[in-house]
């Protein structure tokens, strides 16, 4: 149908559609739009009841048309609004939450009356408006402010709160005078427009008569033209309690852009999109909003059929009027509810919508213009709506383009047909319309009743519409010509670099982020590319489909929320634990949708504020610290991909959190998604920190080419990006960067190291090859590209060490290896190449080992353990047998629980015998070859003098460094070991350095300070920002200047390196530890610079303790430096009393000195106990001032009180009490009464210790410098109460109680110390005062003098059951062991000789008491038995080791008489007794004495049944184990006891654990006997018969080195003896899920625990196995276990 023909036709009918009807009139705030106001001339049509309702085909009236129904309301002049009092009127934020603490100080004087001084005081608690208006009155009791005030302020704020609801702001008062004039005209247009309202019914619209729409019409009004009037709008809050506040208005969000199908955006429940509008410039889209009917309202059919057809009625009207547009669904049109709210349509099938959208075109377009409209209607694009909380709902809005252009549409008209019900005959007829825009709507203009009016709108149109295309065309052109240049490249680089030509690995990057669109999340990638410290992500569903989910693919991040960060852990444990700088922590700060915790869901905008946002701003405040990254290494990158337009957003308080933690945005990076984004960006942090962010922020740029640039700019990488590692038959398996991550604690060495790198293809190789080669031979740490490149063409190879065949031989036996876990040391002094001879030998293992070293000495064993098994076995599936690992550790503190630890894991994860672990320990020791006999593990040592063939290689490789580098004689790590470690050279190369140094200026003070700390502290260093802050370096985030530059010419003498442990910083050292000591010496000797006056100074300089990163680490070295003392089983030279660094200014600068910088120390570090706990010693020790040391050991036990400091008040009292005991010559009464009061206070200061060593933290918690040291036992406490006793009694003893001092007083004395008599039994010349003065103090202490004695055997027997039941399990450990027995076993024979009874004493007794001497002659046996230390269970354990067999039958026949003629029998004697039989029969078993089994076993069940299964004699339970275990005889079974002889093993196990479980961190139950393969007693086989068999044959492997037997057992080659498996049974049992048990026919089933839990395999598999069964206290164990299936 052509146009002529068109016009010709008259339409009878009003063909009117839902598009025909003219939408409510919308003031926008756009300039363009304004001319659409004009309301009044807007006239309704008549309406003709005849002709066919025009309703949707669902049959429903149609939405209302309010085209002309503005309302007539009565607007309040805005000049009008005043307050009363004009002293109250003051300039606030609209909301309240927007308020600053300044504005809520204001509020709380001038409206509230409200003291000033509380004021003040909320002032300074940062009480701001976003916190006041989510308090209650709980919050503001804490903060301190009285009920009244409080109930006055909540109320006030709810009372405003409850006003804002009805009211739009006010205009500021600047702006009243200049627009009252407009407003009232406004209120006067729109009452005349109000008074023209009539609808009709009939036409299905309806009135509109709500006041609440006429008011917000009114708003939108005056809106609108304030808005034209105000660049920037403010708001007057007036006080006065009857006017009202204001409301606060939802900011309009941003649109999809225009024509962009693929754009990444979505759409929040209740945005508002901007108002609808007509066309302006025909560029510029118009937009049209509709709700489509949900599914419980129509059809499916009919729901597509009304899209398409509001659809291209829309599209037909935007043709014809050439103007661009926008159709979206899902968003609320309807005037009584918010215009323009996104609700969005919930879609069953996306692909239906663009199904009914091509297949309806031709029904609604003529054929010949089908075409033309599918090149100017865009297909549906799909926009996700999600909750208000940020997760995604089921609801879409749907936007359709409409693009008229002109090379398409020309100079047509667009028809369209559509199918209109007829009220009268229901049914649908075919409707020719003619759609176009008018205003904001499209309007039919066939669809009045008078076909002489369509007629002439028609012939309007058509001269329009060539006016329309010739201002199409230009506005086409005119749009291409517009192509701005761009600079936004150029400043990414520049924002992300800080000016240098490269983005530094060394650079933490933040990103902060929202919900990143789908199709975007390629183009995140460059997160993979950086040093990503930390994201803070908005996005709750990021970790299902968004970007955290992308990033984990190929990368580790670890999932945390902000409240994890504000736990009140230390920093480094904090960083521990979190992995902080070892992999990527991925923040959600609002939460994640898949959380079960109610704390960690995601909350709404509001609810945020509320509840999340104190956590964000601590969380912030930590992750920006100096003490976590320095600000010049800090880069925060906010990444936008929606627009942020509320004033509340999270995201926009997460910014001023940064803004206020780093002092500005010097340290930021805003990408925004498009130039829309940034706009409403820029906004909101103008208004909230006055700051224009638009040179921070890059708009222009799509995503993908932010990627690729950032992608760009990173550093060339000196690792391969494909690293392999060695796997079995000579393979390889690629270790991947994401599992790389993973083994956080390890530096792993691949096979292909250093090889295929970006850097070797880099024009910076040569640059880098230097730069590595220098920074090795000045001393820094060697790297494996010092050894990759000695390899190269041209390069001598690395110097290899006399030592270093010895130690590959020693790592790679020609016989192979006993134990599936070994242990090699590397003894070498600090600084002369230790650590790099074992590099060295890694190195030219890797391809035949996994090689590793620990990179972060903060580590835990286990930790270390499970990352060593995890590279055992990556790569390996079900495959038998895996590659060895060998593990490079320096300097651990215990690699003997390492060693374990590893061997403990590998048993949950290996199979049987499968694996094989080398530990390579670089220890340092001044001592190397005295380190290397001691040792017990295989080990070699250097020391710091070179071989003359050393010292040859060391000369050669000097000429080839001349050859490329200007003055290698600078490199003096190098240099030093060139020259042998001549003292001569490096006291020459100092003093020519430091020829001109000024002492007291910044340099000197700086060198003084590293000089001092890498002296008396190994491995300690400064971090560089504190370097550059003690010498004045204040540097931008583009600094150039360096510390080289500030510290010419000293800096040949300091390296720069950087560190992993605590954190990732660049810290500064001295280039060799001697380098660092006569640098002390010269600034002592040529400067005057005492250590005293080194150490207060840095003690006094507070920069030192302010924030920085690694401010822990020094703290810790400076603690050290003051109070570690030196010891010889350490590696130390010498033991000594106090730190090396003490010692010496004693030495030097005296006494006076060393108090004064300890009492200095404890001011500054006024938390920590060690120090006062020294200074107490040093007073102690050294000045003999007793009140003084107790003064700061009672301080020391105030703040932390464990057993080292309880026992050091003990020494205290102990050495006041000697020397009280040696100035009182002769001994007066006085003086013993004060002796014996020292003694008491000493005793229980021990006894205090003992009690706190059962729950021991071992070290203070504030000196963690020794931290890493294995935990102990201290048992110091009760060694002091010893020796204070044994003080004590040599003491009363000597008194001169008589004349003649004859054997009788003596044994009197000791009667009464036994208490057997009292003090007043005591014979004395009464006529001698001084003698009665004795007496009378004797008397007065009696009490405590009678315990002497018990408590002295307690002690001793405590000691027998510590060395006897357990072992330790550190070889450390062992050597203490020995020197407290040694010392105890002086005390025991000094006690043995005071307290042993004379023939006069016995004599007298028997005379007393005549009746007594059968209970006399059994004291005396059991004195025998105590001095031959037989008397107890531990006793004649021992004696299975140390008494011979004709000692031993004297003691069975003691022991004999005690059982047999004991008139009341103990428990302990039944125990003891049968326990003398097993011994015996162990060493004698020929003794015609022994008690037959039978017998025993008769005697034990007696005493089973007498304590039951819950006594507290572990003894009685393991001699159970002993006789009763089950026999294949079954003879046991007639006994009463059997039935619960599992119960009496168990029963063991609990005793055991209530006597000694606090000592097992250190120590390990011992087996003393194994079960054997005879019968009776027979089968009972002692670990000495064992040893002795192991002594017996040959000791020695094939190469002909002895074997200890300690190192047998260790081993386990001990159980392959074929003597030991002679004699020993090995038992069958099941294993299952970790644990062992025996199955003895029945119901008994008997459960015994692995010595080695290493030798259990994982997997909840239920295995058949055998073993050797050994007997603890704590219960049967399992050694030497084997799988039977495997055998």
Known sequence: MDPERKQSSSPSLSMMTDQSKEDVVNFTVDERNSQSSVVDEMKMRPSNPSAPSLKSYRSRSPPPDFSNAIPSVSILSVGEMQSKPEENNFTLPPLIEDWTKDQVKDWLVNKLRVSK??????????????????????????????????????????????????????????????????????????????ENETVSSDSGIQSLSSSVWMLQMARDRIRAVINQNTAERQFVIHTPDNLEAPQRQRPVCQIRPFDKSNSSIFYKENDILPPMAGPS????????????????????????????????????????????????????????????????????????????????????????????????????????????????????????????????????????????????????????????????????????????????????????????????????????????????????????????????????????????????????????????????????????????????IDRIANLHFPHMYTAQDSLPTLIGKLNLFKQTSWIFCNGR?????????????????????????????????????????????????????????????????????????????????????????????????????????IYELSLNEISSTVKQLKEPQTQS??????????????????????????????????????????????????????????????????????????????????????????????????????????????????????????????????????????????????????????????????????????????????????????????????????ILNCERTQFPDESSRSSYVPNIFITNKLSTKEQGLFSEKLQQLKTYHEKPETFYAFMIMTNNFSEAYITNIVSNSLKALDATSRQGRLLSFLALLNTFVNGSYMSLSLCEELLGIRNSLWKQETIDDSMTPYSTLLITFSVEEHGFYQAVRFLHPMIASNCLQILEQKHKLSLAEVTINILHCEKVYKSYMGKDFLVQNIQSMLISRHRKEQGDDKDTQFSPLIEKIHDKEGPEKVKELFEKAIGRFDRSATLPQALARYFCLREK?????????????????????????????????????????????????ECLILGSKAAKAFQESQELAKKDETIDPFDLHNRKRPKSYNTSGYVGETEVMMILLDLIKELPLSQSRDRYQTDILLQILKGHHTIRDFHFDHSNAATAQFVDVLAYHERFLISLKPRLKEIFSFFENYFTYLRPRSQERVTADDRNKKKLSEHFKQYLKIFSSSEQEKASEKARNPNLSLLQEIQDQRFYLETKRADSFAGLLQCLSDKSGAEMERIFKKWKFIFEKSPKRSVSDTVNFILINIVMHSIKPSSKELKKYEELVDLLNEELQKEGTHSNSTEMYYLSMLLMWPTKDRKLE??????????????????????????????????????????????????????????????????????????????????????????????????????????????????????????????????????????????????????????
């Open 1534 to 1687: 007639s006994l009463s006891t059997y039935k619960d002889i599992a119960t009496y093993f168990r029963s063991a196990k609990k005793s055991f654990h209530r006597r000694f479980s606090h000592m097992f961190p250190v120590r390990t139950a011992v087996a003393h006997f194994f079960l054997g393969k005879s019968t009776r007693l027979n089968r009972i086989v002692s670990k000495v018969v064992l040893d002795q068999i192991l002594r017996e044959r040959s000791c020695s492997d094939q190469s002909g080195q002895s074997c200890t037997l300690n190192h047998l057992w260790q081993s386990g080659a001990a159980w392959n003896q074929p003597q030991v498996k002679k004699e020993l049974l090995r038992v069958k049992g099941i294993s299952e899920s970790g644990e062992i048990s025996v199955n003895y026919g029945g119901n008994l089933k008997i459960p015994v625990r692995p010595a080695y839990l290493g030798d259990i395999r994982s997997g909840c598999s239920r295995e058949q196995i055998s073993f050797y069964l050994g007997f603890t206290m704590e219960g049967p164990v399992a050694y030497n276990i084997k799988y039977l299936t495997a055998q």
């Open 1185 to 1233: 001032d007793f009140q003084a040391a107790l003064k700061w050991a009672l301080d020391a036990r105030s703040k932390n009180s464990n057993s080292y400091i309880a026992d050091t008040v003990g020494q205290v009292y102990k050495s006041q009490l000697k020397k009280k005991i040696e100035d009182s010559e002769p001994l007066t009464a006085e003086a013993l009464n």
């Open 721 to 918: 990006s494909q690293r392999y590692l060695p796997s079995t038959g000579s393979s390889s398996v690629l270790l991947t960067k994401k599992a790389d991550e993973l083994f956080t604690v390890l530096d792993i060495l691949s096979e292909n190291e250093c090889e295929n790198t970006e850097i070797e293809k880099s024009d910076s190789f040569d640059e880098f090859n230097k730069k590595v080669e220098e920074n090795f031979y000045r001393g820094g740490q060697v790297r494996w590209w010092n050894f990759h490149l000695s390899e190269q063409r041209g390069s001598l190879p690395f110097i290899k060490r006399d030592k270093y065949n010895e130690l590959y031989d020693l790592i790679t036996p020609v016989e192979g290896y006993r134990s599936s876990c070994v242990m090699i040391n590397l003894f070498h002094p600090p600084g002369c190449g230790g650590t790099t001879l074992a590099m060295h030998v890694l190195w030219n293992l890797r391809r035949k080992f996994r090689c590793a070293v620990v990179k972060n000495n903060r580590a835990t064993n286990n930790e270390i353990a499970a990352q060593v098994i995890n590279l055992l076995t990556y790569g390996k599936q079900d495959q038998p047998g895996y590659t060895p690992v060998l593990l490079l550790v320096d300097n651990w503190e215990d690699v003997e629980d390492l060693k374990q630890c590893i061997v403990h894991v590998s048993g949950e994860r290996t199979q049987q015998n499968t694996f094989m672990v080398i």
């Open 281 to 552: 410039n025909l560029i510029e889209p118009v937009h049209e909003y509709h709700l489509l009917p949900n599914v419980n309202e129509a059809s499916e059919r009919e729901i597509l059929y009304e899209f398409t057809r509001e659809v291209f009625s829309f599209a037909a009207s935007c043709m014809n009027s050439r103007t661009n547009g926008t159709i979206h669904f899902g968003v609320n049109v309807q005037q009584a509810q918010q215009h323009g709210q996104v609700v969005g349509q919930t879609i069953t099938s996306l692909n239906k919508y663009n199904e009914a959208f091509e297949s309806s075109l031709g029904d609604f377009f003529e054929e010949k213009y089908v075409n033309v409209a599918r090149l100017c209607i865009r297909p549906p694009n799909f926009i996700q709506v999600l909750h208000e909380n940020g997760t995604a709902s089921d609801k879409w809005v749907i936007e359709v383009d409409v693009v008229p252009a002109i090379s398409q549409t020309q100079d047509y008209l667009f028809y369209t047909e559509l199918g209109i019900t007829s009220a009268g005959e229901k049914h649908q007829c075919k409707t020719l319309c003619l759609f176009v825009r008018e205003g904001p709507r499209s309007v039919n203009i066939f669809a009045d009743t008078n076909p002489r009016v369509g007629q002439e709108k028609l012939k309007d149109l058509t001269e329009k519409v060539k006016n329309l295309v010739s201002v199409r065309k230009a506005a086409e052109e005119n749009k291409e010509r517009c192509f701005p240049q761009s600079y936004q490249g150029q400043r990414l680089k520049q924002l992300m670099t800080r000016g240098r030509h490269v983005l530094e690995s060394s650079l933490q990057v933040i990103v902060v982020t929202d919900k990143c669109h789908p199709d975007q999340l390629e183009h995140m990638d460059f997160l993979k590319e950086i040093s990503l410290f930390a994201v803070l992500e908005f996005d709750p569903e990021s970790d299902l489909n968004g970007t955290c989910h992308f990033y984990r």
């Open 117 to 194: 001084e509380l004021s003040q005081k909320l002032y300074d608690q940062e009480l701001s408006g976003a916190c006041l208006a989510s308090y209650e009155k709980e919050d503001l009791l804490e903060l301190g402010v009285p009920p009244a005030p409080a109930i006055q302020i909540l109320r006030q704020i709810k009372k405003f709160k409850k006003q804002s609801e009805a009211f739009a702001p006010a205009t500021p008062a600047p702006e009243r005078e200049l627009n009252q004039r407009d407003n009232a005209e406004m209120s006067q247009e729109l009452d005349e427009s109000a």
């Open 593 to 697: 949708l898949n959380e079960e915790s109610e704390e960690d869901m995601p909350l709404t905008p509001s609810e945020w504020l509320k509840r999340r946002s104190g956590d964000i701003s601590k969380m912030i405040g930590f992750l920006c610290s100096p003490d976590i990254i320095s600000k010049d290494k800090l880069l925060v990158t906010f990444v936008l991909h929606s627009a942020v337009t509320d004033m509340s957003h999270p995201i926009l308080e997460t910014f001023c959190a940064i803004y206020r933690t780093l002092e500005g945005a010097d340290n930021m990076v805003c990408i925004c998604r498009d130039s829309g984004v940034f706009s409403d960006w820029k906004k909101l942090i103008e208004s909230r920190c006055k700051e224009d962010i638009s040179s921070k922020c």
